[in-house]
């Protein structure tokens, strides 16, 4: 059993929640995840690892599921049934220069270790973050201590500059020389992002999105990188950018748009 130590609304339907799990945050590196499951009857769902420190892991969550939603409804003080991990292969830190990351919805929760651990290791990180309004922005003081400089975009225009983060990410380019770009966000942001930076700058991006089993077993997290097929949950979740087949991720994710509309009460989640 696993004991829930803080619990945080961050936006509309998002949440934070900090987890003591001594066993899995040894062992923590930015771009891991973690499986977890609230009770012998609960499904198995796999979560980013936002942050984590020598005893306890902090994941974030949008509760639009069955399963986040239920999650969503634990405090302070209760257990969880399972909490695994840290699963999925570690980001690759280095000193390369110019960091730029780009973070779109969740996305930002994820990206926030790994730019800490690129400043650390002596980079410039420039740090570009989305959201649909001001109210779903979050963590806009942590990413302030950790970038030399912090773009933020909102769809309309409620907080920092009107627009995607593609579009500011553009004009970052024209100014600046960076050395590598992260994305982490919805897959339609991605590979966006990989279609601006292709032929010009590396870009990893993570696959987190696509996960569901998060052990390779039930196939879903199959994408075609560099023609040859891979598990983002195994393999990954990050991933050269400009090597993913995007089209065969784009068209595998409306397969089921029906039945996740049922599954989320009416909402396409």
Same mark, same amino acid.
């Given at each position: 059993?696993?004991?829930?130590?803080?619990?945080?609304?961050?936006?509309?339907?998002?949440?934070?929640?900090?987890?003591?799990?001594?066993? @899995?945050?040894?062992?923590?590196?930015?771009?891991?995840?973690?499986?977890?499951?609230?009770?012998?009857?609960?499904?198995?769902?796999?979560?980013?690892?936002?942050?984590?420190?020598?005893?306890?892991?902090?994941?974030?969550?949008?509760?639009?599921?069955?399963?986040?939603?239920?999650?969503?409804?634990?405090?302070?003080?209760?257990?969880?049934?399972?909490? $695994?991990?840290?699963?999925? #292969?570690?980001?690759?830190?280095?000193?390369?220069?110019?960091?730029?990351?780009?973070?779109?919805?969740?996305?930002?929760?994820?990206?926030?270790?790994?730019?800490?651990?690129?400043?650390?290791?002596?980079?410039? @990180?420039?740090?570009?973050?989305?959201?649909?309004?001001?109210?779903?922005?979050?963590? #806009?003081?942590?990413?302030?201590?950790?970038?030399?400089?912090?773009?933020?975009?909102?769809?309309?225009?409620?907080?920092?500059?009107?627009?995607?983060?593609?579009?500011?990410?553009?004009?970052?380019?024209?100014?600046?020389?960076?050395?590598? @770009?992260?994305?982490?966000?919805?897959?339609?942001?991605?590979?966006?992002?990989?279609?601006?930076?292709?032929?010009?700058?590396?870009?990893?991006?993570?696959?987190?999105?696509?996960?569901?089993?998060?052990?390779?077993?039930?196939? $879903?997290?199959?994408?075609?990188?560099?023609?040859?097929?891979?598990?983002?949950?195994?393999?990954?979740?990050?991933?050269?950018?400009?090597?993913?087949?995007?089209?065969?991720?784009?068209?595998?994710?409306?397969?089921?748009?029906?039945?996740?509309? $049922?599954?989320?009460?009416?909402?396409?989640?």
């Amino acid at each position: 059993m696993f004991e829930i130590l803080k619990k945080q609304k961050l936006g509309p339907d998002t949440y934070l929640m900090e987890v003591l799990a001594p066993g @899995v945050a040894r062992k923590a590196q930015p771009g891991n995840f973690v499986i977890l499951r609230i009770d012998e009857a609960g499904e198995r769902i796999p979560l980013t690892i936002a942050d984590y420190d020598k005893k306890s892991i902090t994941v974030i969550f949008l509760a639009i599921g069955k399963t986040t939603r239920q999650l969503a409804t634990l405090r302070k003080g209760d257990f969880l049934l399972d909490f $695994c991990g840290p699963l999925g #292969e570690s980001s690759e830190i280095k000193e390369i220069g110019t960091v730029c990351l780009v973070g779109g919805g969740l996305g930002t929760a994820s990206l926030y270790i790994i730019g800490r651990a690129f400043k650390k290791a002596g980079n410039s @990180v420039i740090s570009i973050i989305g959201a649909k309004n001001r109210d779903c922005l979050f963590w #806009e003081d942590r990413y302030k201590e950790i970038s030399d400089e912090l773009i933020i975009c909102t769809d309309d225009g409620s907080k920092g500059r009107k627009g995607f983060v593609t579009e500011a990410l553009n004009e970052l380019m024209k100014k600046k020389k960076i050395n590598r @770009v992260f994305a982490i966000g919805p897959t339609i942001m991605m590979k966006a992002v990989a279609d601006l930076t292709k032929d010009r700058i590396k870009t990893i991006v993570s696959l987190n999105p696509i996960m569901i089993d998060g052990m390779g077993m039930c196939g $879903c997290c199959r994408v075609v990188v560099d023609e040859k097929v891979r598990f983002a949950c195994v393999d990954g979740p990050e991933f050269d950018a400009h090597k993913v087949d995007w089209r065969e991720i784009m068209n595998r994710n409306r397969t089921y748009l029906e039945e996740e509309k $049922c599954a989320c009460g009416g909402k396409n989640g």
